[in-house]
């Protein structure tokens, strides 16, 4: 399914042909995300601000996770499109899930291991023998993923599942309960928010995996086709937004998601964490990248993760890169200079 495609002319004209969706023809398209609208996730937040999943017929609808799989929610029909982190993605492969990753959200590990600022751990290595904490299951993976990669034995490491409690967070890694803990950018702002000094120990080697890509049942896509390819296009320039304009962007988030910015420093911490891993690498919008999940498959092997190796070509699908990659920069900057205008 991974194929090699222009970022042309094509497109653009057959999606810049489309007029803006009257009023009757939104649809709502349900997505299963892994935080609510937040500063993280700015593109939500952008492209409702400047209209764009408006203009491609569509009203997104955030779909929280549960105590279910992630991935069950495609399979079972609950959501037209969900969020998962790279070792999810894998792991349904080898369950033998149809499941299409076809937009790589964030490039970057959205995660970190994260120690008190004067800790003696210079690394993942230092853990062993000592007790680390993961916000919630789905942090496991990686936590694995890391140990393996420091030359841990995962018998040497006890793992707590601590939540999301701020003061919870806080007052184990403060009061060395837990070493460590395991979790994403709401979790980073949580300790940070209860005053802690800390930094991040996660490996480099997995520091460029895709922490969040758009995967879909592989059997829906093309019922979905049309209103997929509106939804990247309004997505990637819901991305390209805030490279554009950093300082709208923040203002938009801050009138659709205040509780972000109570405290300023925080907020701009949240929209910086977002940025550093919605923006792509090398400008491609959503690209799939076929080496990187070769690597993360690899790791997965050596962990005991997985059994044996999968095809990418199986589950990577870049039907919809093309699409993303479609609009004119000139006329999203157009469109935050008018927001600008009204709002600011």
């Known amino acids: 399914m991974l194929m090699s495609t222009p970022y042309g002319l094509a497109a653009a004209a057959l999606l810049a042909a489309a007029a803006p969706a009257a009023a009757q023809d939104i649809t709502t398209l349900k997505i299963l ?4 609208r937040t500063a993280s996730w700015y593109p939500v937040l952008a492209g409702e601000a400047l209209g764009y999943f408006e203009e491609a017929g569509i009203e997104l609808e955030l779909v929280p996770g549960g105590d279910l799989p992630a991935t069950s929610f495609l399979d079972n029909g609950t959501v037209d499109i969900a969020s998962l982190d790279a070792p999810q993605v894998v792991q349904a ?50 936590l694995v993923t890391a140990l393996d990669i420091g030359g841990v034995p995962l018998d040497s490491v006890e793992i707590v599942v601590l939540g999301e409690s701020a003061p919870l967070l806080a007052n ?40 969040n890509s758009f995967a879909m049942d592989a059997e829906r896509i093309e019922e979905l ?21 950093p300082e709208a962007v923040a203002a938009m988030a801050k009138e659709a998601v205040p509780a972000d910015w109570v405290r300023e420093e925080l907020g701009t911490l ?12 090398n400008g491609i919008y959503g690209e799939l990248r076929s080496d990187v999940w070769t690597n993360l ?20 699908n870049d ?26």
Do not use: C
């Open 33 to 36: 995300t892994p935080v609510p």
């Open 297 to 316: 498959q690899e790791d997965l092997m050596a962990a005991g993760e997985i059994e044996e190796m999968v095809d990418n070509e199986s589950f990577l």
């Open 225 to 245: 086709r049309p209103m997929m390819e509106g939804f990247f296009e309004a997505w990637a320039k819901s991305v390209y937004a805030a490279e554009a304009d």
């Open 172 to 211: 184990s890694l403060d009061g060395g309960q837990v070493a460590a803990i395991v979790g994403g950018p709401s979790d980073l702002v949580s300790l940070r928010s209860q005053d802690l000094a800390i930094r991040n120990i996660l490996p480099d080697e997995i520091g460029d995996l895709p922490a």
């Open 93 to 142: 492969q080898a369950r033998g899930l149809d499941i299409d990753v076809v937009y790589e959200v964030m490039h970057g590990a959205v995660e970190g291991i994260y120690i008190l600022e004067d800790s003696e751990a210079q690394s993942v290595a230092d853990l062993e023998g000592t007790t680390v904490g993961i916000v919630g299951e789905s942090d496991r993976a990686l």
């Open 270 to 281: 949240l929209l910086d964490l977002g940025m550093s891993l919605h923006v792509p690498d």
């Open 319 to 344: 039907d919809f890169i093309e699409a993303a990659n479609s609009f004119d920069k000139e006329e999203v900057q157009a469109d935050i200079e008018a927001w600008r205008a009204e709002h600011m």
